[in-house]
């Protein structure tokens, strides 16, 4: 399979394999078909799985990348939601030895446990799931070694967002991995188009992944999610109102931490939330904090 044998790829021949197919787009699934070759190569260039290399795939679709990825050499593993397409695939790729085809929905799936490690995951994201699949991929190990995803753009620019435009989910993709922007892909690439333009962004998770222990990390998400409840506020009043903590063991361990008690959180890098987080000590599992020299929690 190459593409000199691969299916024309523009919107009248996605239209097409399509209607031959009995396969109508699904808005509620977020089914918006890559009809781009340039963008397509675009995606297999940022992905470049050697030979051999294990690849899981959310969300194949026609599976234009999917055979792309084969083309390469790649061993997939795809995980499909809608029946008709996996029934299409299942007949695309028959006989094809290096591709898995799981029909099922990916939220429903231990996702780090169904490719062997080391793997990667190439996918051109249905853009309703973008948030729970990262923290799927993120949140426990084995991680992915490198994650090439389409996602809508705007959420792109959110993940990958400098300090000053953090929010709950940059934090958290940015405490787990470096992340970059690749490229933008604007709506008239897919068939149907979206109402939004697309980005495609590669994670790297980092190696060594394990600083916080997974209760104490928890805690941090408790911290975080808590501040972002009013991002443009000063944070030391956020947090003096979100959670349970006395105002005075706040304003000592934003000092503790080097944060002026007026920055938004919106502002704090990771490493700020982490010091901020050691300084604040564990906030207890019932939502309480613990007796401090600064008074009751």
Same mark, same amino acid.
């Given at each position: 399979?190459?593409?000199?044998?691969?299916?024309?790829?523009?919107?009248?021949?996605?239209?097409?394999?399509?209607?031959?197919?009995?396969?109508?787009?699904?808005?509620?699934?977020?089914?918006?078909?890559?009809?781009?070759?340039?963008?397509?190569?675009?995606?297999?260039?940022?992905?470049?799985?050697?030979?051999?290399?294990?690849?899981?795939?959310?969300?194949?679709?026609?599976?234009?990348?999917?055979?792309?990825?084969?083309?390469?050499?790649?061993?997939?593993?795809?995980?499909?939601?809608?029946?008709?397409?996996?029934?299409?695939?299942?007949?695309?790729?028959?006989?094809?030895?290096?591709?898995?085809?799981?029909?099922?929905?990916?939220?429903?799936?231990?996702?780090?446990?169904?490719?062997?490690?080391?793997?990667?995951?190439?996918?051109?994201?249905?853009?309703? #799931?973008?948030?729970?699949?990262?923290?799927?991929?993120?949140? =426990?190990?084995?991680?992915?070694?490198?994650?090439?995803?389409?996602?809508?753009?705007?959420?792109?620019?959110?993940?990958?967002?400098?300090?000053?435009?953090?929010?709950?989910? =940059?934090?958290?993709?940015?405490?787990?991995?470096?992340?970059?922007?690749?490229?933008?892909?604007?709506?008239?690439?897919?068939?149907?188009?979206?109402?939004?333009?697309?980005?495609? #962004?590669?994670?790297?998770?980092?190696?060594?992944?394990?600083?916080?222990?997974?209760?104490?990390?928890?805690?941090?998400?408790?911290?975080?999610?808590?501040?972002?409840?009013?991002?443009?506020?000063? #944070?030391?009043?956020?947090?003096?109102?979100?959670?349970?903590?006395?105002?005075?063991?706040?304003?000592?361990?934003?000092?503790?931490?080097?944060?002026?008690?007026?920055?938004?959180?919106?502002?704090?890098?990771?490493?700020?939330?982490?010091?901020?987080?050691?300084?604040?000590?564990? #906030?207890?599992?019932?939502?309480?904090?613990?007796?401090?020299?600064?008074?009751?929690?």
């Amino acid at each position: 399979m190459n593409r000199s044998t691969a299916p024309r790829v523009d919107p009248d021949a996605v239209r097409a394999t399509l209607r031959a197919a009995g396969i109508r787009a699904r808005h509620s699934l977020s089914q918006n078909f890559l009809a781009d070759p340039d963008v397509l190569d675009a995606i297999l260039a940022e992905a470049d799985p050697p030979p051999g290399r294990r690849v899981l795939e959310v969300g194949p679709g026609l599976g234009l990348l999917t055979a792309g990825l084969l083309s390469a050499g790649a061993h997939v593993t795809a995980v499909e939601l809608d029946r008709a397409l996996a029934a299409f695939l299942r007949e695309r790729f028959e006989g094809v030895e290096s591709l898995r085809l799981i029909e099922g929905d990916a939220l429903d799936q231990d996702l780090v446990h169904l490719v062997e490690p080391p793997y990667d995951v190439v996918a051109n994201l249905p853009y309703h #799931i973008t948030s729970p699949i990262l923290h799927a991929f993120l949140g =426990s190990p084995p991680r992915p070694e490198r994650l090439v995803l389409m996602v809508q753009r705007e959420v792109a620019e959110r993940i990958a967002a400098p300090p000053g435009k953090m929010s709950y989910l =940059s934090v958290f993709v940015q405490y787990h991995a470096r992340v970059r922007i690749a490229f933008g892909v604007p709506a008239a690439a897919f068939e149907p188009e979206p109402a939004v333009e697309s980005a495609v #962004i590669v994670v790297e998770p980092y190696d060594a992944d394990d600083r916080l222990d997974p209760q104490t990390e928890d805690e941090l998400w408790r911290l975080v999610q808590a501040a972002f409840r009013e991002r443009r506020k000063m #944070i030391h009043n956020v947090l003096a109102r979100q959670l349970p903590l006395d105002a005075g063991r706040v304003t000592a361990a934003l000092a503790t931490a080097g944060i002026a008690p007026d920055r938004r959180p919106q502002t704090l890098a990771v490493g700020e939330w982490l010091a901020l987080h050691a300084a604040l000590g564990p #906030i207890g599992p019932d939502g309480r904090g613990r007796r401090g020299a600064t008074g009751p929690a």
